[in-house]
């Protein structure tokens, strides 16, 4: 390589060396910021490797003339390169699994699945993609959930849209699904009841999953109502559920087999000391259980014995120390054969009840 080349920093307006470790400002520290750098010598371009947070070392590499003019870099990212810069980045930002987000994000930002990522690692990013990603990484790195940021989220085997006003979808509410299809018959008729439908998931995977169902999704939130439907749609069972926007049964009409609910249970005390990405962006209204984490439970249960049919069953997902609490509730209100059920952590996380004859 022929010496010295030099690369002006165009941002802070100074000639660095190959080499040099440069400190970028905040907001040129993104894939895509090689137009921060022009260089001296149209032979060379400027290749950015980041290596700590906010440093980076420059690397030149010979182009050749071939149909290069300017002297504005234009460096090339492959998906390799991309990859590699946001783990780091994501690292250095506390991000739990900083190269599986790197991933899912690259992906969704090129509409592709992450395979094709690992086909084609080689690859060059587009300025649009480069554009596209670097907007998607901005909102992960600063704070925004990854599932609100690229807008889905796979629960049960099905895919579902998620935004900001509804609550994403827990594993352990897979668990819930998974108590209410090994105790719900798959051969005749019955009715189910989503209580707190959200993003619609248990109201769409038990049409999905239970054949004879017929089911009512309840949420009291217009846009949860209409997130839910859209997922129906997306899965194919719109024609299988009816949505009602209501508080809690107050315009729920008949009885059902099946009540599940997902109802907010945290106590209000606790919510300021939710994990960060929880406390600041999902909606309050599907966390907060009031002062002792059982008001919506209370609410629920009091009208439990109006809306479920004879032997028909309650599958609430509860909190981890509610378990005795919720027994209590439930049989305070009449019903029978009353079960806390545990998760696959092992902690109580699920109350059954049964409607007696
Ligand atoms: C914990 S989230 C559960 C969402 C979804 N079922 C899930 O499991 O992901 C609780 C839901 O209850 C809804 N909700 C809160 N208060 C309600 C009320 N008074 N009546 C009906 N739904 C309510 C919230 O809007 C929220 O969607």
Not at 10 to 30: A, C, H, I, W
Not at 125 to 151: A, N
């Amino acid at each position: 390589m022929a010496a010295p080349v030099r690369i002006r920093d165009d941002n802070n307006n100074r000639k660095v060396n190959m080499s040099d470790t440069v400190l970028l400002p905040q907001e040129g520290f993104l894939p895509g910021i090689p137009c921060l750098f022009s260089c001296d010598d149209p032979v060379y371009e400027a290749l950015v490797f980041t290596t700590r947070f906010r440093y980076c070392n420059l690397h030149m590499r010979a182009l050749g003339l071939r149909g290069w003019g300017g002297s504005t870099l234009t460096t090339e990212w492959t998906i390799r390169e991309v990859l590699n810069w946001t783990r780091g980045y994501f690292e250095d930002a506390g991000i739990v699994q900083p190269r599986l987000e790197a991933e899912i994000l690259l992906a969704h930002a090129l509409d592709v699945d992450r395979l094709h990522l690992y086909l084609a690692p080689d690859k060059p990013l587009t300025h649009d993609e480069r554009t596209r990603y670097r907007g998607v990484v901005k909102q992960r790195h600063s704070g925004t959930p990854l599932q609100y940021v690229i807008g889905e989220v796979s629960f049960y085997g099905l895919r579902f849209r998620v935004d900001r006003k509804t609550l994403i979808p827990r594993a352990e509410t897979e668990e819930l699904l998974d108590q209410v299809i090994k105790r719900a018959p798959r051969d005749r008729d019955i009715r189910c009841l989503d209580l707190g439908t959200g993003t619609g998931v248990i109201a769409v995977c038990m049409a999905r999953y239970l054949p004879k169902a017929h089911v009512t999704a309840v949420d009291i939130s217009p846009a949860a109502i209409e997130m839910a439907q859209g997922n129906a749609a997306l899965n194919g069972v719109e024609d299988r559920i009816e949505f009602v926007e209501s508080d809690w049964f107050s315009r729920v009409e008949g009885d059902f087999d099946f009540i599940a609910s997902n109802p907010p249970y945290i106590r209000t005390s606790e919510l300021p000391g939710l994990p960060k990405e929880v406390r600041d962006h999902e909606p309050v209204i599907a966390l907060d259980g009031g002062a002792d984490g059982l008001a919506k439970i209370r609410m629920i249960a009091s009208q439990l014995r109006s809306h479920l049919r004879a032997d028909g069953k309650i599958l609430m997902e509860i909190g981890h120390d509610q378990g005795e609490g919720v027994r209590e509730i439930l049989m305070s209100v009449g019903l029978a054969d009353i079960c806390i059920e545990q998760d696959m952590a092992g902690k109580d996380r699920f109350a059954v009840g049964r409607c007696p004859s």
